[in-house]
């Protein structure tokens, strides 16, 4: 799930042929008689000092410890140059690095690592100020790799003890008026193949340039476009499309006229409002739309049959879903720059019940306007769950009218060392409490999104992370516990307290926190979720959106509880058969589950956190997310959850995690730990059904080859034995992630979303002729079996061209006129005897270019440029640009 392997950091020294030049910019120190910082202080340096983060080389030195992360560490340098000298000591700046700094190297300056990603700058005795354009540098060594530009955080925080803490302006983000993408102008560009780019001396990854990325469009978009096709075509495919006899269109936008036939209106309002958006509206005289629900046991739910004939267009369903379905692929069939339909017949069922999103609202918020638009996407595109992340270690995001310390404390980061008003800046945040990245659902909000989602077919899954990543309500419930001790009103404070006073168990969690879990061995704790849980369910029952399924989290819980006084009586002395303090997360989650089951809520969690629990002490429906990377052979505990007979829910990382990059380019924006490029090609290529057959033609992160192991293998101590699924047992479904440690605005989280979902809702609802069934039996894979033959990848491909030229000539201009900042493509280009040749992945949207002339052309056709070129898209109206980058000559 979230980040387990990340990558980043920095270091630098002097005597490295790459910072000569940094190194001999560096002023000779002034002497400077300082003083005791003052509030004034504070605010002059965080206008005055100018930051800059620099990677050095993502290659080990011999300062990086090779006793953590297997070795892996990079070297980068923070500048600091004041603008104006600095008179003030005493000041320290914090910030936000995602991996913990291993050591320093500074004559003035140390860092240490706080907690989870912040980090503290402190003086050294020898520190002698700035004099005015000096120039300070830190060397450092951080864990793991830096790849991508984005990994470092903006807002850094300076402040003294006893002084408002300010932001430094040189570190904060900005945004791009013409592509609304996030700058982040304190980072140096990354330019280094061997040492910004490469993970390790093994990396076969490609650095993407214009002319690759030119060589891999150009069979797509050199194919004619098949204008008959384009007019059928909508997403999801359907099972079957038979075009009539009768090849006159249908004059859809001349209005419609439904007629509901005992179909609740509420069940399809909201489908007939976008087929309105998209002109084609309600009116008296319409074309009859005739709606009715024919349920057999041979369908499934979701199921419908449309029918568009001259007279008439009838859709019957085998359940409201089906209708509202029906309509959407009315909808899907309209092109905005047509005003007929082809007559037709349409019979279609979707190949998984679940077909899921998921948004990490706790890590950074998301407004909601921005949910309720993604809803809207998603019911276009026959998605049907919404995995609503609403409590983390740096968020939470929903009232608790009863526990209002949960939104009061932990809903806002700020700068509060005590964390008895918000919580710590962690991710960049800033002190700004109503800052983008701040705030929570009131009920009302949330409530709101209930009905919205009910009304378009989808449920709400609400997740509240425990007993792991759950360090925003061990802070809040703290709070509260403190307040409630003050008034002496002991049985309050300790009601719902999370954590164990005397526990000095040390731990790290995957982000590097060492306060995040919830004690599993407290009474309150057990209180806390029970309570909780009977409040959110009385939220939803209010909204008419019944709270059915919850997803408790429970991955990536660290050691902790070892020292805890309450964990060693409870191992001393239980009826549960829980012995060994490893014992105790799974016990946690048997217990969280059993409890929900019987307030009537099903109970969900990620793969990591189910693995441990004993499924005789579980109920009988629960449902696993596997989110385990290929290349690590996470199809075998996939396959064991799914054995149980559990409804096992595909969340692979190395297709469906949208804060992943589009493309290999440190430029691009998003996280890398199990892959450095997700394209929508590449969720397009994904078979969830077959887990292990993607070894033969998909790379590991580091783009090498892997094998995928599918056979029987010997149970370690522990674990029950792993190998094929047992014959017939399917997967429940299929879910894309967003998950928002650096996606800090609305635009960025759409833009990592669109388009990729409409390739997530392909692969959740039609199964594609290439798709290689599932064997049973088990099996060997890598690029020698060739299980997937030459014959399926050329029907791939050729499904690929079309679906993307649909994408691109027909469903983008919708999402754009839906106001969703999606994706543009950069541009594929190639200079050949002078001429400028460009191509895109999605044929339809604009591409311009700007040679020596230094003036934005359209470009249409191979044409002579001088100079320099510099190429990008552009929307379809006009308002926004891609990402420009250089043509390789």
Same mark, same amino acid.
């Given at each position: 799930?979230?980040?387990?392997?990340?990558?980043?950091?920095?270091?630098?020294?002097?005597?490295?042929?790459?910072?000569?030049?940094?190194?001999?910019?560096?002023?000779?120190?002034? +002497?400077?008689?300082?003083?005791?910082?003052?509030?004034?202080?504070?605010?002059?340096?965080?206008?005055?000092?100018?930051?800059?983060?620099?990677?050095?080389?993502?290659?080990?030195?011999?300062?990086?410890?090779?006793?953590?992360?297997?070795?892996?560490?990079?070297?980068?340098?923070?500048?600091?140059?004041?603008?104006?000298?600095?008179? +003030?000591?005493?000041?320290?700046?914090?910030?936000?690095?995602?991996?913990?700094?291993?050591?320093?190297?500074?004559?003035?300056?140390?860092?240490?690592?706080?907690?989870?990603?912040?980090?503290?700058?402190?003086?050294?005795?020898?520190?002698?100020?700035?004099?005015?354009?000096?120039?300070?540098?830190?060397?450092?060594?951080?864990?793991?790799?830096?790849?991508?530009?984005?990994?470092?955080?903006?807002?850094?925080?300076?402040?003294?003890?006893?002084?408002?803490?300010?932001?430094?302006?040189?570190?904060?983000?900005?945004?791009?008026?013409?592509?609304?993408?996030?700058?982040?102008?304190?980072?140096?560009?990354?330019?280094?193949?061997?040492?910004?780019?490469? @993970?390790?001396?093994?990396?076969?990854?490609?650095?993407?340039?214009?002319?690759?990325?030119?060589?891999?469009?150009?069979?797509?978009?050199?194919?004619?476009?098949?204008?008959?096709?384009?007019?059928?075509?909508?997403?999801?495919?359907?099972?079957?499309?038979?075009?009539?006899?009768?090849?006159?269109?249908?004059?859809?936008?001349?209005?419609?006229?439904?007629?509901?036939?005992?179909?609740?209106?509420?069940?399809?309002?909201?489908?007939?409002? @976008?087929?309105?958006?998209?002109?084609?509206?309600?009116?008296?005289?319409?074309?009859?739309?005739?709606?009715?629900?024919?349920?057999?046991?041979?369908?499934?739910?979701?199921?419908?049959?449309?029918?568009?004939?001259?007279? +008439?267009?009838?859709?019957?369903?085998?359940?409201?879903?089906?209708?509202?379905?029906?309509?959407?692929?009315?909808?899907?069939?309209?092109?905005?720059?047509?005003?007929?339909?082809?007559?037709?017949?349409?019979?279609?069922?979707?190949?998984?019940?679940? @077909?899921?999103?998921?948004?990490?609202?706790?890590?950074?918020?998301?407004?909601?306007?921005?949910?309720?638009?993604?809803?809207?996407?998603?019911?276009?595109?026959?998605?049907?769950?919404?995995?609503?992340?609403?409590?983390?270690?740096?968020?939470?995001?929903?009232?608790?009218?009863?526990?209002?310390?949960?939104?009061?404390?932990?809903?806002?980061?700020?700068?509060?060392?005590?964390?008895?008003?918000?919580?710590?800046?962690?991710?960049?945040?800033?002190?700004?409490?109503?800052?983008?990245?701040?705030?929570?659902?009131?009920?009302?909000?949330?409530?709101?999104?209930? @009905?919205?989602?009910?009304?378009?077919?989808?449920?709400?899954?609400?997740?509240?992370?425990?007993?792991?990543?759950?360090?925003?309500?061990?802070?809040?419930?703290?709070?509260?516990?403190?307040?409630?001790?003050?008034?002496?009103?002991?049985?309050?404070?300790?009601?719902?307290?999370?954590?164990?006073?005397?526990?000095?168990?040390?731990?790290?969690?995957?982000?590097?926190?060492?306060?995040?879990?919830?004690?599993?061995?407290?009474?309150?704790?057990?209180?806390?979720?029970?309570?909780?849980?009977?409040?959110?369910?009385?939220?939803?029952? +209010?909204?008419?959106?019944?709270?059915?399924?919850?997803?408790?989290?429970?991955?990536?819980?660290?050691?902790?509880?070892?020292?805890?006084?309450?964990?060693?009586?409870?191992?001393?002395?239980?009826?549960?058969?829980?012995?060994?303090?490893?014992?105790?997360?799974?016990?946690?989650?048997?217990?969280?589950?059993?409890?929900?089951?019987?307030?009537?809520?099903?109970?969900?969690?990620?793969?990591?956190?189910?693995?441990?629990?004993?499924?005789?002490?579980?109920?009988?429906?629960?449902?696993?997310?596997?989110?385990?990377?290929?290349?690590?052979?996470?199809?075998?505990?996939?396959?064991?959850?799914?054995?149980?007979?559990?409804?096992?829910?595909?969340?692979?990382?190395?297709?469906?995690?949208?804060?992943?990059?589009?493309?290999?380019?440190?430029?691009?924006?998003?996280?890398?730990?199990?892959?450095?490029?997700?394209?929508?090609?590449?969720?397009?290529?994904?078979?969830?059904?077959?887990?292990?057959?993607?070894?033969?033609?998909?790379?590991?992160?580091?783009?090498?080859?892997?094998?995928?192991?599918?056979?029987?293998?010997?149970?370690?101590?522990?674990?029950?034995?792993?190998?094929?699924?047992?014959?017939?047992?399917?997967?429940?479904?299929?879910?894309?992630?967003?998950?928002?440690?650096?996606?800090?605005?609305?635009?960025?989280?759409?833009?990592?979303?669109?388009?990729?979902?409409?390739?997530?809702?392909?692969?959740?609802?039609?199964?594609?002729?290439?798709?290689?069934?599932?064997?049973?039996?088990?099996?060997?894979?890598?690029?020698?079996?060739?299980?997937?033959?030459?014959?399926?990848?050329?029907?791939?491909?050729?499904?690929?061209?079309?679906?993307?030229?649909?994408?691109?000539?027909?469903?983008?201009?919708?999402?754009?006129?839906?106001?969703?900042?999606?994706?543009?493509?950069?541009?594929?280009?190639?200079?050949?005897?002078?001429?400028?040749?460009?191509?895109?992945?999605?044929?339809?949207?604009?591409?311009?270019?700007?040679?020596?002339?230094?003036?934005?052309?359209?470009?249409?056709?191979?044409?002579?440029?001088?100079?320099?070129?510099?190429?990008?898209?552009?929307?379809?109206?006009?308002?926004?640009?891609?990402?420009?980058?250089?043509?390789?000559?």
């Amino acid at each position: 799930m979230k980040i387990t392997n990340l990558s980043f950091i920095i270091a630098f020294s002097c005597s490295s042929s790459l910072l000569l030049n940094a190194c001999s910019e560096v002023k000779t120190p002034q +002497a400077v008689e300082l003083h005791q910082a003052k509030q004034q202080d504070i605010n002059e340096i965080a206008d005055n000092l100018q930051v800059k983060f620099s990677l050095v080389t993502n290659q080990p030195s011999e300062h990086c410890d090779p006793d953590k992360t297997d070795g892996d560490c990079f070297t980068a340098q923070l500048t600091l140059t004041a603008l104006d000298a600095i008179k +003030a000591t005493n000041w320290q700046i914090y910030f936000s690095q995602i991996t913990p700094i291993q050591s320093s190297q500074s004559d003035e300056f140390v860092i240490e690592h706080i907690n989870g990603d912040i980090h503290r700058i402190s003086m050294k005795p020898e520190y002698a100020g700035f004099g005015k354009n000096e120039a300070k540098t830190i060397t450092f060594y951080g864990s793991y790799w830096s790849l991508s530009e984005t990994d470092a955080m903006p807002n850094y925080l300076v402040t003294a003890p006893d002084l408002n803490a300010q932001v430094i302006k040189s570190t904060k983000a900005k945004i791009d008026p013409e592509t609304g993408l996030e700058i982040l102008p304190h980072v140096t560009p990354y330019t280094s193949v061997e040492h910004h780019f490469k @993970r390790t001396e093994s990396d076969s990854t490609q650095w993407l340039t214009s002319d690759l990325l030119y060589q891999r469009n150009q069979a797509t978009f050199d194919a004619p476009l098949d204008t008959d096709y384009l007019a059928q075509a909508i997403i999801p495919t359907p099972k079957s499309v038979e075009l009539a006899d009768d090849k006159r269109p249908v004059a859809i936008k001349q209005g419609i006229s439904v007629n509901f036939n005992q179909v609740p209106s509420k069940a399809v309002n909201a489908a007939l409002e @976008r087929l309105a958006t998209l002109g084609v509206k309600q009116v008296d005289n319409g074309i009859a739309v005739n709606l009715f629900i024919e349920a057999t046991p041979e369908q499934v739910n979701g199921s419908y049959k449309l029918s568009v004939s001259d007279d +008439a267009i009838n859709i019957v369903g085998q359940d409201e879903a089906g209708v509202f379905y029906g309509l959407q692929s009315l909808a899907s069939l309209v092109d905005l720059n047509s005003d007929t339909i082809p007559q037709l017949t349409i019979i279609d069922a979707p190949l998984f019940e679940f @077909r899921g999103m998921l948004v990490d609202v706790a890590r950074n918020f998301k407004s909601k306007d921005f949910i309720l638009k993604l809803l809207d996407q998603m019911a276009a595109y026959k998605l049907n769950k919404f995995h609503f992340h609403l409590a983390d270690d740096e968020g939470w995001r929903i009232e608790i009218p009863s526990l209002p310390e949960l939104t009061q404390i932990g809903s806002q980061r700020c700068f509060d060392i005590t964390e008895q008003h918000c919580l710590m800046p962690q991710l960049g945040a800033g002190i700004e409490t109503d800052s983008e990245v701040n705030g929570y659902y009131s009920v009302a909000d949330y409530q709101e999104i209930l @009905r919205y989602a009910s009304a378009r077919h989808i449920q709400v899954i609400p997740s509240l992370d425990m007993p792991g990543h759950s360090r925003a309500a061990v802070k809040a419930m703290n709070a509260r516990f403190n307040t409630y001790k003050q008034q002496e009103q002991l049985d309050k404070a300790n009601e719902f307290l999370l954590y164990e006073a005397d526990d000095y168990t040390k731990y790290s969690s995957v982000q590097y926190y060492q306060d995040n879990t919830i004690n599993v061995c407290l009474d309150s704790s057990y209180r806390f979720v029970e309570h909780l849980m009977k409040e959110v369910q009385q939220i939803h029952q +209010a909204a008419e959106h019944p709270l059915t399924r919850y997803h408790i989290g429970a991955d990536e819980t660290a050691g902790a509880w070892v020292e805890s006084p309450a964990c060693k009586a409870f191992l001393a002395n239980n009826d549960q058969g829980i012995t060994e303090a490893k014992q105790l997360s799974g016990y946690f989650v048997e217990r969280v589950a059993t409890m929900i089951a019987k307030l009537g809520i099903e109970p969900a969690a990620w793969a990591d956190g189910l693995e441990h629990t004993r499924v005789e002490k579980m109920p009988s429906v629960v449902q696993a997310n596997a989110w385990g990377p290929l290349m690590f052979g996470s199809h075998s505990q996939t396959h064991e959850l799914a054995n149980r007979q559990w409804q096992v829910v595909i969340s692979s990382p190395d297709a469906l995690y949208f804060d992943f990059p589009y493309e290999a380019d440190p430029k691009e924006h998003g996280y890398y730990w199990a892959s450095r490029e997700i394209n929508t090609e590449k969720v397009f290529q994904f078979m969830p059904e077959n887990l292990p057959i993607h070894a033969e033609f998909w790379t590991d992160r580091q783009n090498n080859p892997y094998e995928a192991d599918d056979t029987k293998k010997q149970a370690e101590s522990g674990h029950s034995e792993q190998g094929p699924l047992d014959q017939g047992v399917k997967f429940y479904g299929v879910q894309g992630q967003l998950w928002t440690e650096n996606t800090r605005s609305d635009d960025m989280a759409e833009h990592k979303i669109f388009p990729r979902l409409l390739a997530l809702a392909e692969r959740a609802w039609y199964k594609p002729k290439w798709a290689v069934d599932y064997n049973y039996q088990g099996a060997k894979y890598s690029q020698q079996s060739n299980v997937f033959s030459t014959q399926h990848q050329a029907l791939r491909d050729q499904q690929w061209q079309r679906f993307s030229q649909v994408i691109g000539s027909k469903e983008l201009a919708k999402v754009e006129a839906a106001d969703i900042a999606y994706r543009l493509p950069t541009v594929g280009a190639k200079i050949i005897d002078g001429k400028l040749h460009a191509n895109i992945a999605f044929k339809g949207l604009t591409i311009e270019y700007k040679d020596a002339s230094n003036v934005w052309q359209t470009y249409e056709k191979p044409t002579l440029v001088k100079g320099q070129v510099v190429v990008r898209a552009r929307t379809f109206d006009g308002k926004r640009v891609g990402r420009s980058w250089q043509v390789v000559q």
